[in-house]
């Protein structure tokens, strides 16, 4: 009932900038926590920013600085603006939101389908 669509990955070269986009749709009766993930080969997926309903983010250590989380409520999407990228970053990024659906009011969480992202030095 709640689908996540990814977009903005890709190839750029160190020192660059991406922007990730994340847009929600379905039946939810509203869109609490959203937040970005990645993971590579061998290691656990792991949190790079996530952003309440109230505006409060929080970031992993190794990308405070360089990236931010914001999110558009109209138009239920959350962003990743990526700067000063590094290869460390170099991932899959996975879009994650915890709404309410519509169905029973009930909170769930929900993943998008991850988007690769490559920095070359």
């Known amino acids: 009932q709640v689908t996540l669509v990814e977009s903005g990955g890709g190839l750029v070269q160190a020192g660059g900038s991406l922007r990730l986009s994340c847009a929600t749709s379905?039946?939810?009766?509203?869109?609490?926590?959203m937040g970005w993930y990645r993971q590579v080969p061998g290691k656990q997926r792991e949190l790079v920013a996530d952003i309440t309903s109230g505006a409060s983010t929080n970031y992993a250590d190794s990308v405070k600085g360089r990236f931010t989380i914001s999110r558009d409520n109209a138009k239920n999407t959350v962003y990743l603006q990526m700067n000063s990228l590094k290869p460390e970053d170099t991932a899959v990024y996975y879009c994650?939101?915890?709404?309410?659906?519509?169905?029973?009011?009930?909170?769930?969480?929900?993943w998008g389908q991850g988007t690769q992202v490559t920095v070359s030095s």
């Open positions: 994650r939101v915890r709404a309410t659906v519509a169905a029973n009011r009930s909170e769930y969480g929900y």
């Open positions: 379905g039946s939810f009766f509203s869109i609490n926590a």
